[in-house]
T-cell receptor
Framework: DSGVTQTPKHLITATGQRVTLRCSPRSGDLSVYWYQQSLDQGLQFLIQYYNGEERAKGNILERFSAQQFPDLHSELNLSSLELGDSALYFCASSVEQGPSYEQYFGPGTRLTVT | LAKTTQPISMDSYEGQEVNITCSHNNIATNDYITWYQQFPSQGPRFIIQGYKTKVTNEVASLFIPADRKSSTLSLPRVSLSDTAVYYC????????????FGGGTRLMVKP
Protein backbone atom coordinates (compact mmCIF):
# COMPACT_ATOMS: atom_id res chain seq x y z
CA ASP A 1 0.00 0.00 0.00
CA SER A 2 1.61 3.24 -1.20
CA GLY A 3 -0.53 5.51 0.99
CA VAL A 4 -2.05 7.21 -2.06
CA THR A 5 -5.77 6.68 -2.46
CA GLN A 6 -7.85 7.10 -5.58
CA THR A 7 -11.60 7.02 -6.02
CA PRO A 8 -13.52 5.59 -7.65
CA LYS A 9 -11.77 2.35 -8.50
CA HIS A 10 -13.89 1.80 -11.60
CA LEU A 11 -16.02 4.16 -13.63
CA ILE A 12 -18.22 3.37 -16.61
CA THR A 13 -19.81 6.23 -18.49
CA ALA A 14 -21.04 7.20 -21.92
CA THR A 15 -19.48 9.34 -24.62
CA GLY A 16 -20.04 13.04 -24.15
CA GLN A 17 -20.26 12.80 -20.39
CA ARG A 18 -18.09 14.40 -17.72
CA VAL A 19 -16.41 12.63 -14.80
CA THR A 20 -14.23 13.58 -11.84
CA LEU A 21 -11.45 11.41 -10.51
CA ARG A 22 -10.19 12.02 -7.01
CA CYS A 23 -6.78 11.52 -5.44
CA SER A 24 -5.56 11.82 -1.86
CA PRO A 25 -1.77 11.96 -1.62
CA ARG A 26 0.33 10.36 1.10
CA SER A 27 0.29 12.25 4.35
CA GLY A 28 2.82 15.07 4.13
CA ASP A 29 3.31 14.93 0.37
CA LEU A 30 2.89 18.29 -1.32
CA SER A 31 3.21 17.29 -4.98
CA VAL A 32 0.61 15.39 -7.00
CA TYR A 33 0.99 13.96 -10.49
CA TRP A 34 -1.63 12.57 -12.86
CA TYR A 35 -0.90 9.92 -15.50
CA GLN A 36 -2.95 8.11 -18.13
CA GLN A 37 -2.17 4.53 -19.07
CA SER A 38 -3.73 3.05 -22.18
CA LEU A 39 -2.82 0.04 -24.30
CA ASP A 40 -1.83 2.08 -27.35
CA GLN A 41 -0.22 5.11 -25.65
CA GLY A 42 1.44 3.52 -22.64
CA LEU A 43 2.02 5.68 -19.54
CA GLN A 44 1.55 9.35 -20.32
CA PHE A 45 2.23 12.22 -17.94
CA LEU A 46 -0.72 14.60 -17.78
CA ILE A 47 -0.08 17.27 -15.17
CA GLN A 48 1.69 18.05 -11.88
CA TYR A 49 0.64 20.21 -8.96
CA TYR A 50 2.68 21.36 -6.01
CA ASN A 51 1.02 22.81 -2.92
CA GLY A 52 -1.99 23.95 -4.92
CA GLU A 53 -0.12 25.39 -7.89
CA GLU A 54 0.28 23.87 -11.36
CA ARG A 55 3.96 23.01 -11.88
CA ALA A 56 4.23 21.06 -15.11
CA LYS A 57 1.95 20.12 -17.94
CA GLY A 58 2.28 17.10 -20.16
CA ASN A 59 0.03 15.54 -22.77
CA ILE A 60 -3.19 16.74 -21.20
CA LEU A 61 -6.07 17.41 -23.56
CA GLU A 62 -7.99 20.68 -23.39
CA ARG A 63 -11.09 18.67 -22.42
CA PHE A 64 -9.25 17.62 -19.25
CA SER A 65 -8.51 19.81 -16.27
CA ALA A 66 -7.18 19.31 -12.79
CA GLN A 67 -6.72 21.13 -9.53
CA GLN A 68 -5.18 20.63 -6.12
CA PHE A 69 -7.12 21.83 -3.13
CA PRO A 70 -5.86 23.43 0.11
CA ASP A 71 -6.05 20.06 1.88
CA LEU A 72 -3.74 18.79 -0.92
CA HIS A 73 -6.15 16.31 -2.45
CA SER A 74 -6.48 16.59 -6.20
CA GLU A 75 -9.19 16.08 -8.77
CA LEU A 76 -8.91 15.33 -12.48
CA ASN A 77 -11.92 16.40 -14.51
CA LEU A 78 -12.54 14.76 -17.87
CA SER A 79 -15.27 16.20 -20.07
CA SER A 80 -16.84 15.52 -23.47
CA LEU A 81 -15.60 11.99 -23.08
CA GLU A 82 -14.64 9.95 -26.12
CA LEU A 83 -14.13 6.22 -26.54
CA GLY A 84 -10.39 6.83 -26.72
CA ASP A 85 -10.37 8.26 -23.20
CA SER A 86 -10.92 4.77 -21.81
CA ALA A 87 -7.81 4.07 -19.77
CA LEU A 88 -6.31 3.64 -16.34
CA TYR A 89 -5.70 6.97 -14.63
CA PHE A 90 -3.03 7.04 -11.96
CA CYS A 91 -2.28 9.63 -9.39
CA ALA A 92 1.13 9.79 -7.73
CA SER A 93 2.50 11.94 -4.95
CA SER A 94 5.90 12.99 -3.71
CA VAL A 95 7.06 14.94 -0.73
CA GLU A 96 8.50 17.77 -2.83
CA GLN A 97 8.24 18.90 -6.45
CA GLY A 98 11.67 18.05 -7.85
CA PRO A 99 12.55 14.99 -9.95
CA SER A 100 14.86 13.57 -7.30
CA TYR A 101 11.92 12.79 -5.05
CA GLU A 102 10.35 9.35 -5.33
CA GLN A 103 6.81 9.24 -6.62
CA TYR A 104 4.31 6.95 -4.91
CA PHE A 105 1.52 5.75 -7.16
CA GLY A 106 -2.06 5.07 -6.23
CA PRO A 107 -3.98 1.98 -7.38
CA GLY A 108 -5.58 3.85 -10.27
CA THR A 109 -9.07 4.52 -11.57
CA ARG A 110 -10.18 2.44 -14.53
CA LEU A 111 -12.37 4.54 -16.80
CA THR A 112 -14.48 2.87 -19.45
CA VAL A 113 -16.28 5.07 -21.95
CA THR A 114 -19.04 3.33 -23.91
CA LEU B 1 11.62 16.71 -25.01
CA ALA B 2 13.20 13.41 -24.00
CA LYS B 3 12.10 10.53 -26.22
CA THR B 4 12.54 7.38 -24.19
CA THR B 5 12.77 3.90 -25.71
CA GLN B 6 13.15 0.44 -24.20
CA PRO B 7 12.98 -3.14 -25.47
CA ILE B 8 9.43 -4.41 -25.53
CA SER B 9 10.15 -7.69 -23.78
CA MET B 10 12.87 -9.85 -22.26
CA ASP B 11 13.05 -13.41 -20.99
CA SER B 12 15.27 -14.67 -18.21
CA TYR B 13 15.64 -17.58 -15.80
CA GLU B 14 15.58 -17.62 -12.05
CA GLY B 15 18.90 -16.71 -10.48
CA GLN B 16 20.22 -14.84 -13.51
CA GLU B 17 21.16 -11.18 -13.68
CA VAL B 18 18.93 -9.09 -15.92
CA ASN B 19 19.96 -5.83 -17.57
CA ILE B 20 17.33 -3.59 -19.15
CA THR B 21 18.51 -0.57 -21.11
CA CYS B 22 16.60 2.63 -21.76
CA SER B 23 17.62 5.11 -24.45
CA HIS B 24 16.98 8.80 -23.85
CA ASN B 25 19.00 10.76 -26.40
CA ASN B 26 17.40 14.14 -25.70
CA ILE B 27 17.77 14.09 -21.93
CA ALA B 28 18.00 17.59 -20.47
CA THR B 29 20.80 18.74 -18.19
CA ASN B 30 18.81 18.59 -14.98
CA ASP B 31 16.64 15.57 -15.79
CA TYR B 32 16.71 12.54 -13.51
CA ILE B 33 16.27 8.91 -14.54
CA THR B 34 13.91 6.76 -12.52
CA TRP B 35 12.88 3.13 -12.94
CA TYR B 36 9.52 1.70 -11.92
CA GLN B 37 8.10 -1.81 -11.71
CA GLN B 38 4.47 -2.51 -12.49
CA PHE B 39 2.39 -5.61 -11.85
CA PRO B 40 -0.98 -6.14 -13.55
CA SER B 41 -3.78 -3.95 -12.17
CA GLN B 42 -1.40 -2.08 -9.86
CA GLY B 43 0.26 1.31 -9.94
CA PRO B 44 3.97 1.54 -10.78
CA ARG B 45 6.35 1.06 -7.87
CA PHE B 46 9.66 2.89 -7.48
CA ILE B 47 12.79 0.77 -7.94
CA ILE B 48 15.73 3.14 -8.24
CA GLN B 49 16.71 6.62 -9.38
CA GLY B 50 19.88 8.31 -10.53
CA TYR B 51 21.40 11.33 -12.20
CA LYS B 52 24.80 10.05 -13.34
CA THR B 53 27.31 7.22 -12.79
CA LYS B 54 26.13 4.28 -10.73
CA VAL B 55 23.51 3.94 -8.04
CA THR B 56 22.84 0.79 -6.03
CA ASN B 57 20.16 -0.05 -3.52
CA GLU B 58 18.94 -3.26 -1.93
CA VAL B 59 17.05 -4.44 -5.01
CA ALA B 60 18.81 -3.06 -8.09
CA SER B 61 21.64 -1.09 -9.64
CA LEU B 62 21.40 1.72 -12.14
CA PHE B 63 24.23 2.49 -14.54
CA ILE B 64 24.32 5.82 -16.32
CA PRO B 65 27.18 6.59 -18.74
CA ALA B 66 28.86 9.99 -18.84
CA ASP B 67 26.77 11.27 -21.78
CA ARG B 68 23.57 10.23 -19.94
CA LYS B 69 21.90 9.27 -23.23
CA SER B 70 21.03 5.84 -21.90
CA SER B 71 20.66 4.03 -18.62
CA THR B 72 20.71 0.37 -17.62
CA LEU B 73 18.69 -1.16 -14.83
CA SER B 74 20.38 -4.24 -13.41
CA LEU B 75 18.42 -6.79 -11.40
CA PRO B 76 20.68 -9.34 -9.71
CA ARG B 77 19.53 -12.94 -9.33
CA VAL B 78 15.93 -12.51 -10.49
CA SER B 79 13.13 -14.68 -9.14
CA LEU B 80 9.70 -15.58 -10.51
CA SER B 81 8.20 -12.68 -8.55
CA ASP B 82 10.25 -10.23 -10.62
CA THR B 83 8.04 -11.00 -13.63
CA ALA B 84 6.56 -7.58 -14.34
CA VAL B 85 6.76 -4.59 -16.65
CA TYR B 86 9.66 -2.21 -16.03
CA TYR B 87 9.49 1.44 -17.04
CA CYS B 88 12.12 4.13 -17.19
CA UNK B 89 11.00 7.69 -16.51
CA UNK B 90 13.04 10.69 -17.60
CA UNK B 91 12.49 14.35 -16.90
CA UNK B 92 11.43 16.81 -14.28
CA UNK B 93 14.76 18.57 -14.15
CA UNK B 94 13.33 22.05 -14.29
CA UNK B 95 9.99 23.52 -13.31
CA UNK B 96 7.61 22.84 -16.16
CA UNK B 97 9.66 19.96 -17.53
CA UNK B 98 7.82 17.07 -19.06
CA UNK B 99 8.09 13.65 -17.54
CA UNK B 100 8.44 10.97 -20.20
CA PHE B 101 7.96 7.26 -19.65
CA GLY B 102 9.48 4.64 -21.89
CA GLY B 103 7.13 2.13 -23.44
CA GLY B 104 7.94 -0.45 -20.79
CA THR B 105 9.85 -3.74 -20.91
CA ARG B 106 7.88 -6.87 -20.10
CA LEU B 107 10.22 -9.18 -18.19
CA MET B 108 9.32 -12.84 -17.99
CA VAL B 109 11.29 -14.88 -15.48
CA LYS B 110 11.12 -18.62 -16.05
CA PRO B 111 11.90 -21.40 -13.57
Amino acid sequence: DSGVTQTPKHLITATGQRVTLRCSPRSGDLSVYWYQQSLDQGLQFLIQYYNGEERAKGNILERFSAQQFPDLHSELNLSSLELGDSALYFCASSVEQGPSYEQYFGPGTRLTVT
Amino acid sequence: LAKTTQPISMDSYEGQEVNITCSHNNIATNDYITWYQQFPSQGPRFIIQGYKTKVTNEVASLFIPADRKSSTLSLPRVSLSDTAVYYCLVGGGNAGNMLTFGGGTRLMVKP
